[in-house]
């Protein structure tokens, strides 16, 4: 049986730990990648393009067929001279930002007390803030506001390693779930044929899907909860790698 397996990258695909059990893991995912015709292998991940090609090289990961960057706001398609954007899904956002173009939102949105991110955590159909801890409720507030009958929303989060809050603005209705659903559909891959693995709340919309996931062990257990109600998941006992080579023997990738 042939496999599109989508997984996510920090916290799932590579080493947690950099443990000797997450290094033998990654070596047979490797000798199974080179060995098999039966897998197309897609990279879903919050980080953009030039992050994930830094990871592949950094972490020596199979070379994916697809990738999937900044949160589902963009696809890239190998080919022989590398990873290309693909133009048929950048038209698809284009069209549901038609209305206030990326440059438009920004400047709706100057008034308010957020820092822009790096031009590289940016994109045009993605625009990322910070947010001192003290203005996070106010900012809530008023970007409910501002953006509300705008064809944009925000996904706030923690940045654990640094004091203060994160804000990516992306197309309304656009995640890690709409790129898979729009790729597989794209290429004609039946949800049968699909399999997923990823560890985090940016993953939890696939794991409330039809697209049967493996969940891997250092997924926090609310999350883990969640996704034990969906019939066809699988909750791994291995944390990251392990946990991914744990669930693609469960659904019989050998």
């Not at 919050?46 to 950094?58: E, K, P, V």
């Not at 506001?145 to 994160?166: A, F, G, K, V």
């Not at 891959?189 to 996931?213: K, L, R």
């Amino acid at each position: 049986m042939a496999f599109f397996f989508i997984t996510d990258l920090d916290g799932t695909l590579i080493p947690n730990r950099g443990s000797a059990g997450e290094r033998a893991a990654l070596q047979e995912i490797l000798r199974r990648r080179k060995q098999s015709s039966q897998l197309q292998l897609t990279y879903a991940s919050g980080r953009n393009h030039a992050l994930i090609i830094a990871a592949i090289q950094t972490y020596a990961l199979p070379e994916p067929d697809y990738l999937i960057a900044d949160v589902g706001t963009s696809v890239y398609i190998r080919r022989e001279e590398g990873f290309f954007p693909s133009s048929a899904y950048h038209d698809v956002l284009a069209e549901i930002c038609a209305e206030l173009p990326v440059e438009s939102l920004k400047k709706k949105l100057s008034p308010l007390p957020i820092q822009a991110q790096d031009e590289s955590n940016n994109g045009p159909f993605k625009a990322s803030y910070t947010v001192q801890p003290q203005d996070k409720d106010g900012v809530t507030k008023k970007l409910a506001e501002l953006l509300r009958n705008t064809p944009w929303e925000p996904i706030i989060s923690r940045d654990h390693r640094e004091d203060y809050w994160l804000i990516d603005l992306v197309p309304t209705g656009v995640s890690k779930l709409f790129a898979i659903s729009w790729l597989t559909k794209h290429l004609s891959i039946p949800v049968n044929e699909q399999i997923y693995a990823g560890d985090s709340g940016n993953d939890h919309a696939v794991f409330m899907s039809t697209i049967p996931s493996i969940i891997v062990g250092n997924t926090p257990e609310e999350l883990k909860k969640e996704a034990r109600t969906i019939e066809g998941n699988f909750i791994a006992q291995g944390e990251a790698t392990e946990g991914v080579l744990e669930g693609l023997n469960y659904f019989n990738w050998k």
